[in-house]
Structure formats: C-alpha cells, structure tokens
C-alpha cells in the first residue's frame, strides 16, 4: 500500500493544532442540532451514552458513535450528506471563519509555512461539514468517524479518538506520515530530518481531556495553549492547566484580528522564524566546519 509522505520544507512549518468543541465552537458539535432531531434532551442524551459505556467498560467515544446511529433508526438515514448539514449548523467563536487563511498569510510573510489540523473527539464527517473545512483551511482533519455501508448509511465506527490516542497524531505531524494506517510512524527519524518538531507545534485545547497531547506537546518545546470561552468567562479550568504545568499560555477563545490569541499566534510565529534563521545558520556553520 501506497501512503502519502511529506518531506521537509525548505523553510520552517509551524503546525497549529486544534480540539474543535469547546475549542473552536463553544459546545459539543452533537449538540447542536443532531441530538434533538432525535427527540432527546442533550443532558439525557450524554448521560445515557456515558451509561451504556460504563456497564459495558466500553469507549465513550464508541458508546456515543454506537448511540448516535441507533437513535436515527427510524427518524432519518445517517449518511454522510445528513452529518455535514448537522456540521454546517454548528456555531464558530467569532473570527474562527477567517482565522486560518490569516494566520497562514502571516506566516507567509514572515517565512514561516503555517498548517492547521484539527485534531478531535467529535465527528470528521460534522466537521468536515464546517465553512472552514469546506475551504480547505485544514491540512488533516483526525476525529472519530464511521464506515459507512454500500448504501452510504453509517453503520460502525472507523476511526475512534479519544484523549490518550490522540498523541500518535502528533508524532504523524511531526514526522510527515499523515495516512493513519502508515506504520512508519514509528520508524526512527533523526532529529534533522523531522518535518515538524515538537518545537515547531501549537495545540490549542480547553480542558483535561487535552492534557495529554498539551503536556506532550509542552514538554517537548512547544506551546500549549488552554482556550476558554469569552462569553461565559470562566477560565478556572485553563487556570489550573496552568497551574499544573499543563500549558504554557491561556486565552479566550476570540480569534478575531487583534485579539490576545491572535497576538499571541503572531508572537509564536515570529519565534520560530527566528529559530529557523538560526538552525540555518547553524546548519551552514557546520558544513563549513566539515570542509576545513
């Protein structure tokens, strides 16, 4: 089997990382508009998920994906066009739309390549139903999603991520391995032939189920950023991320121009084309070194 392979750039990627609910959108994705076409409360809903997972010691992400296609028997088909018109509803923070073209011309301008993956719990056919995915704004989308049978009906999960396994996206990224069967992504890569390092990566989340890929992603060099919405202005979560050691930055989730998290983007930016500049200076000093 063939994979798609993405070799080093010339210059410097920066690869910003997104949890979409509550991240991106200020509630769950199923939330909004899914659930109640089903005649469920949401609270009833996400509370008999997380049921039939703890009786069965099954995967809440497999237990809600398993409930979503039982309660759309007999109310509509489950395919992939009904997702994203249920993707095409759910609401953005102000600015999310016009955030990632922006943001990568910033970076064009300052030498730095900019990609935005989402990397989520909640549905890649939803998401996939967004005004940003629509126009291609995302270089990967890895969420949860279904196989879908010979008539286009969803009928079992394919792909289920949740808190622990999204880390092995990281290292996807980092490598250039983005196929999720590519097994190459655990072939050893040194450390100069790594398409995006750790270094090179921002992860934006909001609460403890991120907390593996931000101290993964913190640990390494990155930056983790914990997001809260700036609506309800409750920030005691991303706090004690903070506290923690979790993140190293905290903003509301506001991705207008101007905004603290655009601000911060831009400072994030503006070092890693500093570090490129330097790691190629560094690079030429040392091949001069071997030629003496």
Known sequence: MKFERKAKEAMPVLAVIYDFDRTLSPDD???QGYIQSVGYDVEDFWRESDELARVNEMDTNLAYMFKMVQEAKGNFVLNRRALAAYGAGVQLYEGVVDWFDRIKRYGKERGVLVEHYIISSGLKEMIEGTEPAKRGCFERIYASSFYFDERG?????????NFTNKTQFLFRIEKGVPDVNDPAVNDHFPAGQKRVPFRNMVYLGDSETDVPCMKLVNTKGGHAVGVYDPVIGDKRKVDRL???????????ADYREH?????????IIEKTAADGALERRHDADESAARTD
């Open 29 to 31: 994705m199923q939330a």
């Open 153 to 161: 009906v969803a009928m079992w999960p394919a792909q289920t991520v």
């Open 242 to 252: 903070l506290r923690d050691g979790r993140i190293r930055y905290c903003a509301p």
């Open 259 to 267: 905004s603290p998290l655009d601000d911060l983007l831009k400072d």
